[in-house]
């Protein structure tokens, strides 16, 4: 047969119910600590820090909820595709719509800075 | 029998003139567009003949010859796909340094452009000289003189295209777009709208006239007399109360106009832009998103109050306010 | 032909493969597939999200703080118990529980799934409502940054919106679980529409995540930003 | 012209008889007859958008236009494009020899989810209706590339009906690609490894990636357009700083790899064709599957090449030209590969050849002037003018529909166990392929020329060339009808066609014509890799 098995046992992985509980505390953490944090000045790390903070939610959903620590390489990439193309999307389009002002001739590189800093 | 021959070739030859191959180049790029054309041109039939008469050639020697025979199998060389993957990467690599390289020099203008301006609006072209003179779907240019088209839309999107010259862009609404060309011979010549913008966009056509000096002079002169497009800002300018802020002697603290067009600008954000078209449009219909460090953000909106050809005729003042005392001497 | 014999099959078993294996795998894969889908799907509107907010930063956060953050963080905690409940029905299900057990699990869910859709409803998009802060059908803003407001509130109610239509998609497919399960349809064999059903749930769960992050915390909720 | 001794249709029973009547049809999960379904829309599709091309091409006999208001024309060419690429040529070769074929290909009893298969076509059918009823209760006139600001806030036609049409029939596309992506991982019978596919399921595979990575995005674009008209709130309004390029963006983010979804699934049947009837293993099997994903990979990051002169800034120009001439590799050593597989073949000339040949050159004529068109100096003059409307018409009908037609006329006795008049077929064939070069092959001079695309009127020195093209239109439009009229004859008429007719390999070749309901008596066990011709006498 050409197909293969995704997850060992004829049940699929079980996972402990202990793993989902802190799991959903750390989600439940995360979730105050990104609130918290907005009531902090920080200028614009305050982007940086929810996202990273969104990120790690969404690994710890991905990886133990969605059960992907326990598949196989396939679901992996299929997932990694999805980002992946979400990522040129923004990219591309990101090359147009942010160096519109350019001049012909850049400026030289510390032109970089401001513009990616303007994403956060 | 020569009469009818003559006849013939006659006939042939208005065809070929009704029926021309290329058209007119009349501007510095037109002939350098045309050479990369011609390359692509030869690329093309060079492949296509190619694989042509190979398939071709196969055709004729491999028929099949009975109905039970089959292909004698032949293994893949590598190296042939390696040829036949890098020779073609070779000629892109060449074709993409060759075409961006050419166009991002016939992008650039030169310094001494005379400068047209062009609202493009269903189904029609608004142009203006800085003279003052106004046309609608006519350009006239002098011949040898390089030309700057500042263009920006009042509704959707068009696409302003002399074929002759080689030039398009598109002509967008918010926006200010430009192309320059620099005319090298006389004679009229078609322009288009070649983004499609509604049910007249066929109709959105019109002639540029390429002139000598001198009868572009005349023609200047000529038509009933009107203000240049600086002094018609100007007048706005003190319509619209720009100078209660934007002079020194003014109570409010604004920045000062004088000499700002092209130079770099620092912003709030920290990031530096040119002042340009866009820049002073931005900052006259959204001056929230135009902060100058030092400055409060008092500035109104004027959107809905200044048209685009206000707009551009303010923006043509602008620019002409070079100098400090310039200003100060009003 | 498979070793094994077609009436060997549990429940559910389609004709078009060859084993259970096969079909569960197969099974698994579409839904990830269909995930990606969503990702690129909800991708367009992010994208277009990221740029504006390039370009427009100013108006953004200032349309970012008429957003009601308390509602947003409760939502947040909502629908990770949600998940959290969808993730024990199907362990419910995987280890051979009762019924009773897997339908508990997935009426909680349920319960949890429509709380963030009333609190959605009732604290945030009517309030919205009664303070004109819905672009083209009720409009009273005038503010700093109107024009780039306005587009922030579009992305809010475009993105918002669609993640609510996928909330109430997924109590459809809930429901129609809860009357699988009570059917006695699934055993620790056969589970494949829960567990596909799981990932879609989570999935709509992260966006809110994400959503949560970029829409109400923009440029921080400080005094002074 | 068969080599086949075969006895006809062996046991009576096939998946075309098994059962009766519509409910039987309209209610199937059967893979083949889900094509059927779709091979059925989609042709009526085509006459549809081609009727619009004729009722072009003849007011554009005469430069001041000969038939219609401009208004009427620039519904029309929209029209044509939007039905022709969204409602023919996207789903053409995946939904009918795609759907047909894979299960067959890859020796599977059907699709892994023959529901979601079928519920596509409904999807379709309900998005395909949908535009059918905004064309005649008014149409549309934004062109097939609905550009705002003029769609959303100026046209005054059926925008949002017709693009919630394609917003529906998009969903088809999705769950198209994604049955195909898992039938193709999970389905294969036991032996078929990947690299003893056949490669038209390599190409399918690729396709069903961009389905499934792309259309998600056209879909929102839509959504947002339809928002933006509906609400008249502004995503993409300048007025209220939005950006009508951001809608370029997402639209060829989608719109770009869909014409790699036109021309991906022909190059597989053209690979399939160029081996059959040359009795030959493809030369570089590796190299032509793995440029097939590379395309589809490729084909995502260049879609900025159709906004050259929309006012993108000029990086992204660059970065986009250069990535644009990167895409034409794979595509470069598929033709000279395909080329290369006819030396020392042993070649005949039944008209599924005929198409394949065409094909390859169209398509590398086709794809050459492409890179006038990447190039950025070049495409400033060529943009918006009928060298563009050359270009895709010598891909998408010179290369997609030609090797659509040659699939056809390859698998059909295998979709209908009957044979069609050979001699008929090649002369079809012969009339369109010199009435696609007389139709398009003037249009690159009247690009060059300076004639901008969707005019309605246009200046009198363009008449000559018009005339010639629409003198090859109609008689592309005969060359049309000349196949309905023997496929439709040959269902009824057509002598047997036997298992094999053609004496080629691949698992659909090794089933009874019409094959059973279930495909497979036994799932077969693979062997052997594709196109095996060395192993014994070709035919059977
Ligand atoms: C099936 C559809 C299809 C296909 C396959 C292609 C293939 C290609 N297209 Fe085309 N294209 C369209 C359909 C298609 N296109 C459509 C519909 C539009 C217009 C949309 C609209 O505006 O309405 C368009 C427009 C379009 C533009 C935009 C023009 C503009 O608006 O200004 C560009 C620009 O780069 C482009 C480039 C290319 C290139 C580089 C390829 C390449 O993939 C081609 C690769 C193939 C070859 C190169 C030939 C084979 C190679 C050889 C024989 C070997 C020799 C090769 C080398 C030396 C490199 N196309
Ligand atoms: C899959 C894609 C596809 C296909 C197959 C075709 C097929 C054809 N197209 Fe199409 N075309 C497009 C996709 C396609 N086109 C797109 C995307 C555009 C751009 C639209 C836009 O600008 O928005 C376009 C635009 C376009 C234009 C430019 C319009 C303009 O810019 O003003 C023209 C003009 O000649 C044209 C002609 C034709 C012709 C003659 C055919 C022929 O091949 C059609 C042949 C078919 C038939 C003729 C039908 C069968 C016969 C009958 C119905 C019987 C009656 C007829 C006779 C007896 C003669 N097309
Ligand atoms: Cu203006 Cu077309
Ligand atoms: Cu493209």
């Known amino acids: 047969m050409s197909n293969h098995s995704e997850q060992s046992g004829p049940v699929g992985h079980v996972v402990p119910v202990s793993t989902y509980i802190i799991v959903f505390i750390s989600l439940m953490a995360g979730t105050a600590l990104t609130t918290g944090v907005a009531y902090i000045d920080l200028g614009r790390w305050n982007t940086v820090v929810a996202l990273t903070i969104a990120v790690t939610k969404m690994v710890l959903v991905v990886l133990f909820f969605m059960h992907v620590k326990y598949a196989t390489g396939l679901t992996r990439v299929v997932i990694l595709a999805g980002f992946f193309w979400l990522g040129i999307m923004i990219t591309l389009s990101c090359s147009d719509e942010l160096t519109r002002t350019w001049e012909i001739v850049p400026q030289g590189w510390n032109m970089i800075v401001p513009l990616v800093s303007r994403l956060f | ?330 | ?225 | 012209m068969s080599t086949s001794q075969e006895k006809p249709v062996e046991s009576g029973v096939n998946y075309l008889n098994a059962t009766y009547g519509i409910r039987s049809w309209l209610l199937t999960l059967d893979h083949k007859r889900i094509g059927l379904l779709y091979l059925g829309s989609i042709t009526l599709m085509f006459f549809v958008g081609g009727m619009a091309a004729v009722l072009m091409r003849l007011h554009l006999t005469e430069p001041q236009g000969a038939l219609f208001e401009p208004e009427t024309y620039n519904k029309l060419f929209s029209t044509h494009g939007i039905i022709m690429v969204f409602f023919f040529l996207v789903p053409s070769i995946p939904a009918t020899l795609g759907n047909f074929l894979i299960p067959l290909m890859i020796g599977a009893r059907d699709v892994a989810f023959p529901k979601l298969n079928l519920m596509s076509w409904y999807i379709f059918i309900t998005g395909a209706a949908l535009a059918l009823y905004a064309t005649l209760s008014g149409g549309v006139d934004t062109g097939w590339t609905f550009y705002p600001p003029y769609s959303s806030l100026y046209s005054h036609t059926q925008v949002v009906a017709v693009a919630l049409g394609v917003f529906v029939a998009g969903f088809s596309s999705i769950l198209t690609g994604l049955n195909f992506i898992v039938t193709i991982h999970k389905m294969r019978a036991p032996g078929m490894t990947w690299f003893r596919l056949p490669l038209f399921i390599w190409a399918m595979y690729a396709t069903s990636l961009i389905f499934v990575l792309g259309t998600p995005v056209i879909a929102i674009t839509l959504f947002l357009l339809g928002m933006e008209r509906i609400l008249h709130v502004g995503i993409f309004d300048p007025s209220v700083g939005g950006d009508p390029l951001l809608f370029q963006h997402l639209f060829w983010f989608y719109s770009h790899p869909a014409v790699y979804i036109m021309i991906l699934p022909g190059m597989g049947v053209v690979s399939e064709l160029i081996t059959a009837f040359s009795r030959k293993k493809i030369f570089g099997y590796a190299f032509v599957a793995f440029s097939s994903l590379s395309i589809a990979v490729i084909s995502f990051v260049v879609w900025g090449h159709h906004m050259f002169v929309t006012g993108q800034s000029i990086y992204a120009g660059l970065v986009f030209s250069v990535l644009s001439f990167l895409v034409a590799i794979p595509s470069a050593v598929k033709v000279f590969n395909w080329t290369a597989t006819l030396y020392k073949g042993s070649i005949s000339y039944e008209a599924p050849m005929l198409y394949a040949l065409g094909f390859i050159g169209l398509f590398t004529i086709g794809g050459l002037t492409g890179l006038f068109l990447a190039a950025l100096a070049t495409d400033v003059h060529l943009n918006g003018t009928y060298f563009i409307v050359a270009h895709f018409h010598y891909v998408m009908v010179g290369g997609a529909v030609m090797a659509y037609m040659g699939g056809l006329h390859f698998w059909w006795p295998k979709i209908t166990g009957r044979l069609y008049p050979d001699l008929w077929a090649r002369i079809a064939a012969a009339i369109i392929f010199i009435g696609f070069n007389l139709t398009f092959f003037p249009q690159f001079v009247l690009g060059y020329l300076g004639m901008p695309r969707r005019y309605a009127i246009y200046p009198a020195e363009f008449q000559v060339l018009n005339v010639m093209s629409s003198a090859g239109a109609s008689i592309l439009g005969i060359g049309y009808i000349i196949p309905l009229v023997y496929f439709i004859w040959s269902m009824r008429y057509g002598p047997p066609a036997g298992k094999n007719p053609w004496g080629a390999k691949g698992l659909e070749w090794t089933t009874q014509s019409p094959p059973l309901t279930q495909n497979f008596e036994e799932i077969p066990i693979v062997t052997e890799d594709a196109y095996n011709y060395a192993s014994e006498a070709a035919h059977v």
Not at chain 2, 255 to 272: R, V
Not at chain 3, 86 to 104: E, N, V, W, Y
């Open chain 2, 1 to 330: 029998m020569m009469g009818f021959l003559q006849s013939g070739f006659d006939s042939l030859a208005a065809m070929a003139a009704m029926m021309p191959l290329q058209p007119p180049a009349a501007s510095t790029i037109a002939n350098s567009v045309d050479q990369l054309y011609l390359m692509l041109s030869g690329i093309t039939i060079f492949f296509s003949v190619l694989i042509f008469s190979i398939i071709f050639y196969f055709m004729l020697k491999y028929r099949r010859k009975s109905p039970n025979e089959s292909g004698t199998q032949t293994h893949t060389p590598m190296s042939l796909e390696l040829t036949w993957t890098i020779i073609p990467s070779l000629i892109c690599v060449g074709l993409f340094v060759w075409s961006s390289s050419l166009y991002v020099r016939n992008g650039r203008p030169p310094a001494s452009s005379t400068e047209i301006f062009v609202i493009g609006k269903q189904w029609m072209w608004h142009l203006q000289h800085p003279e003052g003179p106004r046309e609608i779907n006519e350009l006239h240019v002098p011949v040898g003189v390089p030309v700057k088209l500042t263009m920006t839309s009042q509704d959707v999107i068009h696409d302003f295209y002399i074929p002759a010259f080689r030039v398009k862009k598109d002509v967008l609404p918010g926006r200010y777009s430009s192309i320059w060309f620099q005319p090298t011979e006389t004679g009229t010549f078609h322009l288009f709208c070649a983004q499609y913008c509604g049910t007249n966009h066929s109709e959105m056509i019109g002639w540029v006239y390429v002139m000598s000096p001198t009868d572009y002079a005349v023609w200047l002169a000529g038509g009933e007399k009107t203000e240049s497009m600086a002094a018609q800002g100007e007048r706005l300018y003190s319509q619209f109360g720009c100078g209660n802020c934007h002079s020194p002697e003014a109570g409010s603290h604004a920045p000062s106009l004088a000499g700002i067009y092209g130079k770099p600008q620092k912003m709030q954000s920290g990031e530096t832009r040119i002042v340009d078209e866009a820049l002073i449009r931005q900052a006259i219909y959204f001056p929230n998103s135009v902060h100058l460090p030092n400055y409060q953000s008092i500035m109104p909106t004027y959107q809905g109050q200044i048209d685009e050809e206000q707009m551009l005729q303010l923006i043509a003042y602008v620019k002409s306010l070079g100098s400090e005392e310039r200003m100060n001497g009003k």
């Open chain 3, 1 to 225: 032909m498979s070793e094994l014999a077609h009436g060997a099959h549990p429940q559910g078993f389609a004709h078009q493969f060859e084993d259970v294996e096969q079909q569960r795998d197969a099974g698994r894969l579409g839904m990830w597939v269909f995930l990606v889908t969503e990702i690129l799907f909800f991708g367009g509107m992010f994208a277009s999200y990221t740029i504006y907010r390039a370009l427009h930063y100013e108006s953004f956060v200032t349309g970012s703080h008429l957003l009601k953050v308390r509602f947003g963080a409760t939502n947040t905690y909502v629908l990770i118990g949600s998940s959290l409940t969808m993730a024990l029905a199907i362990r419910a299900a995987q280890t051979g529980k009762k019924k009773g057990q897997i339908i508990f699990w997935l009426i909680l869910t349920m319960i949890l799934g429509a709380a963030f859709i009333g609190i959605k409803l009732h604290y945030e998009w009517f309030r919205d409502y009664q303070e004109g802060l819905i672009p083209g059908v009720q409009w009273f803003y005038n503010g700093p940054h109107a024009p780039g407001v306005k587009m922030f509130m579009c992305f809010y109610f475009f993105m918002t919106g669609l993640h609510a239509i996928h909330m109430v998609a997924g109590l459809g497919i809930l429901t129609v679980l809860v009357i699988m399960t009570a059917r006695n349809k699934f055993s620790p064999e056969y589970y494949a529409p829960l567990e596909i059903s799981g990932l879609y749930w989570h999935f709509v769960d992260i966006v809110w995540i994400f959503l949560f992050a970029l829409l109400y915390l923009i440029g921080g909720r400080y005094p002074g930003s």
